[in-house]
């Protein structure tokens, strides 16, 4: 029979909140590459061919070809003085800076893809005492290909423990009045300390192939809902476009790069370019948006080009996490 001193030890109870972003390569490396984008793209989620097709041609096509072409764009934006990618850095800075505003609570994070895992993470939060969980996937539009990966993924993980944690999920915010507010104060700032006036705000997201909208996925909706929204609010002419295309089939247009390179022949030849699909600068913004993006219009006769940081851990940007999560912590913690 089991005695009282045989019984595991038992750490005191804790609310824990798991930020979750999509992760980089640990170094940009073609090694490193090779092996995030062996991960990240064979995740049934992401890429919705049959591994059976897709498998050849990620193994003997991708795998051989873009792990050097991405690892140098990788390095154009390294942070070698912190030793990470921007995403990385400001998913931590993001994490210690929430933590200050929830006393007592464990607030951490992890990716979907690369370190720190999302299986590691949740052990270590239950092994440290967390039996509430709050997950935050940080993706402010809904897609499979973000949020619902992020969450069969925790959900994987509570399936090899006896004793589970409770978890809640924080939902998507694309529409939320906390986010729309905090990106058009975070525009509004950025526009004024321009040294130029926008013709138009650009709004890009990170596209999904088409065919994902007509298969049910609201993220197409997401988008076009928050950029509505943040358009009304600055009162300032935008359009909304899509970034980021992966292989051959057709992405949610327009395109970024076709628009960009279109725009200065309709006469818009000064724009700021805003990002709010992405919670953190990125490879998405900062090569391909601010650099590619700019040498596009600017060769296509711009003459004014900003790309706007996204709200990152700066004071918009915590605030709005901070409400978000605590209204989801409510009933857990004290939020009043
Ligand atoms: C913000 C939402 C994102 C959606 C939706 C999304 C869908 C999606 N992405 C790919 C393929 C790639 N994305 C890559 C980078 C990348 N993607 C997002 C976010 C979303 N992706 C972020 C934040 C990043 C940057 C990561 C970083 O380390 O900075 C890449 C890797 C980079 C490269 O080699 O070019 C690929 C590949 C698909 C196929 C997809 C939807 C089906
Ligand atoms: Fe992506
Ligand atoms: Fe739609």
């Given at each position: ?97 929430l933590a200050a505003t929830l006393p007592g609570v464990l607030v951490d994070h992890a990716m979907r893809y690369g370190a720190p895992a999302i299986a590691e ?5 239950k092994d440290a005492g967390c039996d509430r969980i709050l997950i935050c996937p940080m993706y402010p539009q809904y897609s499979a290909a973000t949020t619902a ?188």
């Amino acid at each position: 029979m089991a005695r009282p001193q045989d019984h595991p030890p038992i750490a005191d109870p804790k609310i824990g909140v798991l930020l979750v972003n999509l992760g980089s390569p640990d170094a940009p490396t073609k090694a490193a590459v090779k092996r995030y984008l062996a991960e990240f793209l064979s995740d049934r989620r992401v890429i919705e061919i049959p591994p059976i097709a897709w498998q050849p041609i990620l193994r003997g096509i991708i795998l051989n070809t873009r792990p050097k072409k991405s690892a140098a764009l990788y390095a154009s934006i390294w942070d070698h003085k912190r030793g990470g990618s921007p995403l990385k850095l400001i998913t931590e800075d993001q994490t210690a800076a929430l933590a200050a505003t929830l006393p007592g609570v464990l607030v951490d994070h992890a990716m979907r893809y690369g370190a720190p895992a999302i299986a590691e993470r949740l052990t270590a939060m239950k092994d440290a005492g967390c039996d509430r969980i709050l997950i935050c996937p940080m993706y402010p539009q809904y897609s499979a290909a973000t949020t619902a990966t992020v969450i069969d993924k925790a959900s994987e993980t509570l399936g090899k423990m006896r004793w589970q944690p409770s978890l809640r999920t924080v939902p998507p915010w694309y529409d939320d009045p906390l986010y729309i507010d905090a990106l058009a104060k975070d525009v509004n700032d950025q526009v004024a300390a321009l040294d130029f006036e926008p013709d138009e705000i650009i709004v890009t997201f990170h596209g999904m192939p088409a065919r994902t909208l007509s298969l049910g996925d609201p993220y197409h909706c997401h988008c076009q809902k928050t950029s509505r929204l943040l358009g009304e609010k600055l009162a300032r002419p935008y359009r909304t476009v899509f970034q980021s295309r992966f292989g051959p089939a057709a992405w949610l247009q327009p395109y970024l790069d076709k628009t960009l390179a279109a725009l200065p022949s309709e006469g818009v030849r000064k724009i700021a370019v805003v990002a709010p699909g992405f919670v953190a600068d990125c490879l998405e913004t900062l090569e391909e948006i601010a650099g590619e993006g700019k040498e596009l219009f600017m060769q296509a006769g711009g003459t004014d080009f900003a790309y706007l940081a996204c709200l990152n851990a700066r004071a918009h940007g915590i605030e709005l996490l901070a409400s978000l999560v605590k209204r989801e912590l409510g009933g857990w913690i004290e939020t009043g």
